[in-house]
């Protein structure tokens, strides 16, 4: 059993940055392929950018390629979401997950196994 939680949410005006955290706490994440979603109102959850267990390999939505950055500390089991250039269409629930099939990286809703409660992220104009 994975436990994840997120933080790191908030409101920002468009163009600042933020930084998401995931903490997990039931496994080591070392071993374990993670990923980053958002949810906006009304729409289905998407990708948002993914990161293989070792930290070479990284993946990102076109929507925030080059805006932002995701990294992990398997020292402290901790995943983060860097978010700069933020837009009014950032604006969702975030939530991390956990892929522990031993996929090297996952990049689809239904390739991970745990999912965080979500932190809500609003961008004002």
């Known amino acids: 059993q994975v436990q994840l939680v997120e933080s790191g949410g908030g409101l920002v005006q468009a163009g600042g940055s933020l930084r998401l955290s995931c903490a997990a706490s039931?496994?080591?994440?070392?071993?374990?392929?993670m990923g980053w979603f958002r949810q906006a109102p009304g729409k289905e959850r998407e990708f948002v950018s993914a990161?293989?267990?070792?930290?070479?390999?990284?993946d990102y939505a076109d929507s925030v390629k080059g805006r932002f950055t995701i990294s992990r500390d398997n020292a402290k089991n901790t995943v983060y979401l860097q978010m700069n250039s933020l837009k009014p269409e950032d604006t969702a629930d975030y939530y991390c997950?956990?892929?522990?099939?031993?996929?090297?990286?996952?990049?689809?809703?239904?390739?991970?196994?745990?999912w965080g409660q979500g932190t809500q992220v609003t961008i004002s104009s």
């Open positions: 997950a956990a892929n522990v099939r031993k996929y090297q990286i996952a990049t689809a809703r239904d390739e991970y196994d745990y």
């Open positions: 039931g496994r080591t994440l070392g071993s374990y392929a």
């Open positions: 990161i293989s267990w070792g930290g070479g390999k990284t």
